[in-house]
């Protein structure tokens, strides 16, 4: 599987982005897809995550309400609409897919990934 992330770049607080994870290869075995980021100094940490299917989302509290991943199943990707963005929010964001079936709540765990993008940096400004 490869994971291929786009649609970073440069935003003013209470601005929006739309980031892009672009799934190849073997993506009849994903199950879910995680988004995470991280912050210059920090962990990586869990931002949201849907199933394959789309029929399932997960949010961290932080961006719960600003947030909202979607799929396109044509494509094999899926978006992380990002809204009412906030200078917290900026990070590299990544992309991940687990081949295993979570259970249902925690898909927040990094380690239940097999696979990762090379990420795309998202700034915002104040």
């Known amino acids: 599987v490869q994971l291929v992330e786009s649609g970073g770049g440069l935003v003013q607080a209470g601005g929006s982005l739309r980031l892009s994870c672009a799934a190849s290869?073997?993506?009849?075995?994903?199950?879910?897809i995680g988004w995470f980021r991280q912050a210059p100094g920090k962990v990586r940490e869990f931002v949201g995550s849907?199933?394959?299917?789309?029929?399932?989302?997960q949010y961290a509290d932080s961006v719960k309400g600003r947030f909202t991943i979607t799929r396109d199943s044509a494509e094999n990707t899926l978006y992380l609409q990002m809204n009412s963005l906030k200078p917290e929010d900026t990070a590299d964001y990544y992309c991940a897919a687990d081949l295993n079936i979570s259970p249902t709540g925690q898909t927040y765990q990094r380690w239940r990934y097999d696979y990762w993008g090379q990420g795309t940096q998202v700034t915002v400004s104040s």
């Open positions: 849907s199933s394959w299917s789309g029929g399932r989302t």
């Open positions: 290869g073997r993506t009849f075995s994903i199950y879910t």
